[in-house]
Nanobody, 115 residues
Framework: QVQLVESGGGLVQAGGSLRLSCAAS????????MGWYRQAPGKQRELVAS???????NYADSVKGRFTISRENAKNMVYLQMNSLKPEDTAVYYC?????????WGQGTQVTVSS
């Protein structure tokens, strides 16, 4: 059974930091490209950051220079370090794993940034 379980969300003031974690199980983690997406109320889900199995990263323009995605294959973990948070970063953040035709999602974790 495949599971992606996010943690680390919460309420933070603007300018603060949070670190999201995603624990994967039931997959050969090292094969998967991993990503963080977010969905704010009334908006479509959008890609925040991704990291390939080889470690190449990609970021949405809105988070470049503030967020960092990383992975730890030995622990089946992917992280999103979020610094200089803004109210517009408020959303539910989802972990995603993709390989071949397989595509898995976590249940999401709420991030709320107060002004």
């Amino acid at each position: 059974q495949v599971q992606l379980v996010e943690s680390g969300g919460g309420l933070v003031q603007a300018g603060g930091s949070l670190r999201l974690s995603c624990a994967a199980s039931g997959i050969i983690f090292s094969l998967y490209a991993m990503g963080w997406y977010r969905q704010a109320p009334g908006k479509q889900r959008e890609l925040v950051a991704s990291i390939t199995k080889g470690g190449t990263t990609n970021y949405a323009d809105s988070v470049k220079g503030r967020f960092t995605i990383s992975r730890e294959n030995a622990k089946n973990m992917v992280y999103l370090q979020m610094n200089s948070l803004k109210p517009e970063d408020t959303a539910v953040y989802y972990c995603n794993g993709a390989w071949d035709s397989r595509d898995y999602w976590g249940q999401g974790t709420q991030v709320t940034v107060s002004s």
